[in-house]
C-alpha cells in the first residue's frame, strides 16, 4: 500500500514545501500539477509489481490525484501550524521536527484511505481521534461555542495570573505583552489552552498566541 498512499501522498507534501522556498510564487501551479506525474510513476510501478493490465496506470491516476492533491495541501498547511510553535527550538530540533511531520501525516492519512476497504464505519472510526488531535493542536477547535468551550475546560475563562518563564521575557516578541516586572501576565482571558500554543485575549481586545513551553503557573478564578 505504500506505492498506492504514502509515496504520493509524501511525495505531493514534500513538493509543495520545497516550491514554497524556491518560488512561492509557483505554490498553486505545482500544487495542481506535481501530483499528476507523482500518480502517474506511482501508477506505472504498480501495474509493473501486479502485472496489470495495460494502461491500467491511467485509471489510477484518475482516481488517485484529488486524494493526492489535497493531502499534499494539507501536508503544507500543518507544517505552517506547526512551524511558529518550533521556530524558537534548536536548529537541529526544529528542522527534525518539521521533516518528520509529513512522514506522519502521509503515514495517519494512508492507514484512513486503507481501512476504506472495510467500509465506511472502520475508516471514521480510525480517523476520527487523529481529526480532533490535529484540530485541537492547529486551533481549529477555537471556532467552538465559547460556552462549550469553557464546560470542556478548554478555554473561555479568565486567568487570575499567568507566571512566564523568564528567558521567554527576555525575547523581543515578549515585550508587547503586558507582563509586570515579575514576568506575570495578571488578568487576562484566555480563549484557548490546548495544544502547543494558549490564544488569550488582551485589554485592548487584541489576541495574542503563547508558546505552552513559555508558561511555569497558571492562576484560575474559583
Avoid at 514534500?14 to 506535481?34: C, G, M, R, T
Avoid at 505583552?177 to 488569550?200: H, I, N, R, Y
Wanted: hydrophobic share 60%; with cysteine; proline share 5%.
Amino acid at each position: 500500500m505504500a506505492l498506492v498512499f504514502f509515496v504520493p501522498y509524501l511525495l505531493a507534501g514534500f513538493s509543495n514545501a520545497a516550491i514554497l522556498f524556491v518560488d512561492p510564487e509557483l505554490f498553486v501551479s505545482v500544487a495542481l500539477l506535481a501530483p499528476i506525474p507523482i500518480t502517474l510513476l506511482a501508477g506505472m510501478a504498480i501495474q509493473g509489481l501486479f502485472d496489470l493490465r495495460r494502461f491500467s496506470f491511467l485509471k489510477f491516476v484518475w482516481e488517485a490525484y484529488l486524494s493526492t492533491m489535497v493531502v499534499g495541501l494539507f501536508i503544507v498547511w500543518m507544517l505552517a501550524q506547526a512551524y511558529p510553535l518550533v521556530s524558537d527550538w534548536q536548529p537541529l530540533l526544529k528542522w527534525g521536527a518539521l521533516a518528520i511531520a509529513p512522514f506522519i501525516i502521509a503515514f495517519v492519512t494512508t492507514m484512513t484511505s486503507m481501512l476504506f476497504i472495510a467500509g465506511w464505519k472502520a475508516a471514521m472510526m480510525f480517523s476520527l481521534f487523529f481529526a480532533l488531535f490535529l484540530a485541537g493542536y492547529s486551533g481549529v477547535l477555537t471556532t467552538l461555542p465559547e460556552t462549550m468551550v469553557r464546560m470542556l475546560g478548554l478555554g473561555n475563562y479568565q486567568a487570575r495570573a499567568i507566571v512566564l518563564d523568564t528567558s521567554y521575557c527576555a525575547k523581543e516578541q515578549a515585550r508587547v505583552l503586558p507582563t509586570d516586572d515579575q514576568c506575570v501576565l495578571k488578568d487576562v482571558q484566555v480563549v484557548w489552552s490546548l495544544g502547543e500554543a494558549f490564544v488569550l485575549r488582551l485589554a485592548d481586545g487584541s489576541t495574542a498566541r503563547l508558546p505552552a513551553m513559555a508558561i511555569r503557573a497558571l492562576v484560575k478564578p474559583q
